[in-house]
């Protein structure tokens, strides 16, 4: 009878509410299962390379694809707030932009506070190498108040990354240089040289921000033949001159050490210190990629406040690459990239990475598995190059996957449901709900948080169906792992009993 009761119990909050994901679980009021895409054109080859929110928080990713005729296009993709491909944008959601013979495609994409959208990106034509510059409306046209309706060109210049100013001037990072425009495309002559700054051939730029007060902050890879390859970070005045007060004569190299470091995400926190996300390689019985968030204070040098050391590294599976950082409200720090699993059952399959630092550098063990979230996309690869953070604190992430991707993550969850209330002659007091499972949904294992020490605990999986599938008694453990790689996809609910409490956490076991 108290099994049955249990049941009942489960039943019921299946029917007010049947899932109560936890941060870092894909939002399911998003596309599918969290996951959006769309294919540009009738080769399904091309890819997402960055990505943006608009205003109203719907999500632009941009890079290209190639043509019937064997040319390449620029491409930009606007999907809703609940994924679904934009109809007011282009056609059907769907922007392309032609730009000569051979390229790269969009590689920056910014939004501006009246939903214009500003691309760069570059192209080879006759063999010369052509920096270009678009401006959209809201609606995905060509913008007329942007050098009179048509593109910039920049010659030799591979653009790279942009960012806009508090006074609407567009900053482009290029690979070997910085531009500036006024906001009606034209270069601004008060920057560098004639509107121009050249960085020099040693360095490869990959990353760029601007600071309220206008500063721009670049990061880039240091080209050398020496090991190990170092990166650095920049910071200019609004006339292109190296800031003084930021690192040695404007510079901070950032480095691990004795490991090739190379950065390509950068992000500032209110108070004006800056977060570079990446990469470094390590050898350790063969050789490993690991992602890394380093901190610089608001002066350039490592924040000894963040991880103890300015550094904290990030390892997914032996293959992690970071390509973007954010930082939420309460200073929590977000990065995403791909990570490289070398087994199981997406064994060399590229899955969406995602992590979440606390403020201080510490892992967010509340988010995903320990502060990570790793994300299988059905049968193909998922790189994404861009994070963002919504107005509601939900994180998005873009790029690359069944062509033009985003996915959308919760960042905060739903509290588990209250306790039943028992009969004080059962002996069984209701508890709070300071027990936890996590990753919720979950793939192949879950780990239970919280589990009273007083006295052993069984722990019960039971299905939809109301049959008990497992069930285990452990001692006095305040975590426990349980393997539910056998276990059918769907809902289920773990019944956790103790020597005076019960609770039942409703979770998902996911393909």
Known sequence: MKYLRFLSVCFLSFSSYLVFPQPGSPDPTFGVNGLTSAL????QYGEGQCMALTPDQKVVVAGYYHQDSGTSSFAVVRFLPDGSLDPAFGTGGIVTLPFGVSGDGVKGVTVQSDG????????FFSQQLVGVVYRLTSGGLMDPNFNNGSMVFVVNYRPKAVAITSTGKIVVACDNGIFKLKPNGALDLTFGTNGTLNTGSTITNTCLLVQPDNKIVVGGIILSQQAPRQSMVRRYTTAGLPDQSFGIEGVINVSTGNEDTEIFGVAIQTDNKIVVAGCYDVYNNGWQTKGLIERLNSTGFLDNTFSGNGKQTIVFTNYDILYSVAVQDNGRIVATGFALPETGPHAGAHEIALCRLNADGTFNTNFGTNGKVMTYWP????????????????IVVGGSAAGFGAARYLATGSNP???RTMDPAQNVIPVTSSVHIFPNPAVNQIEIEGLSQNGSNILSIVDNSGKLVLSKKVGELSNYKIDINKLAPGNYFLKITGTKNEQSIPFIKMQ
């Open 116 to 123: 214009s959208i500003v691309l760069v990106g570059y192209y």
């Open 40 to 43: 540009v054109g009738t080769i």
């Open 417 to 419: 449901p209250a306790a």
């Open 379 to 394: 049968n193909t690869y998922a790189d994404m190059y861009s994070v963002a953070i919504q107005a509601d604190g939900k």
